[in-house]
Nanobody, 113 residues
Framework: VQLVESGGGSVQFGGSLRLSCAASGFTASTYVMKWHRQAPGKEREWVATISNIGGNSYYADSVKGRFTVSRDNAKNTVYLQMNSLKPEDTAVYYC???????WGQGTQVTVSS
């Protein structure tokens, strides 16, 4: 099982980024997948979940309406579309396969004001 995040970078306030979580060794569409983030000096926090049934998605209040989690089953990849970014979104973003608690290495997102 391997998860590899990509797509992070530096953007200005109000900008957008799309993070990718490429899965290998398993079929991502059959598992609940989550995105988390950890800002400097803060605890890791949950950001979003996409279920393995019906593709239902759930979001932290801090990102609701701005972030969208989705899947591309053909690419075995989970995405996190982030719009209207704020400086407080600055963090390392991680994806997780919930069953077995597999995590990627993370990708840095920096939002400047």
């Amino acid at each position: 099982v391997q998860l590899v995040e990509s797509g992070g970078g530096s953007v200005q306030f109000g900008g957008s980024l799309r993070l990718s979580c490429a899965a290998s060794g398993f079929t991502a569409s059959t598992y609940v997948m989550k995105w988390h983030r950890q800002a400097p000096g803060k605890e890791r926090e949950w950001v979003a979940t996409i279920s393995n049934i019906g593709g239902n998605s759930y979001y932290a209040d801090s990102v609701k309406g701005r972030f969208t989690v989705s899947r591309d089953n053909a690419k075995n990849t989970v995405y996190l579309q982030m719009n209207s970014l704020k400086p407080e979104d600055t963090a390392v973003y991680y994806c997780e396969r919930v069953l077995g608690q597999y995590w990627g290495q993370g990708t840095q997102v920096t939002v400047s004001s």
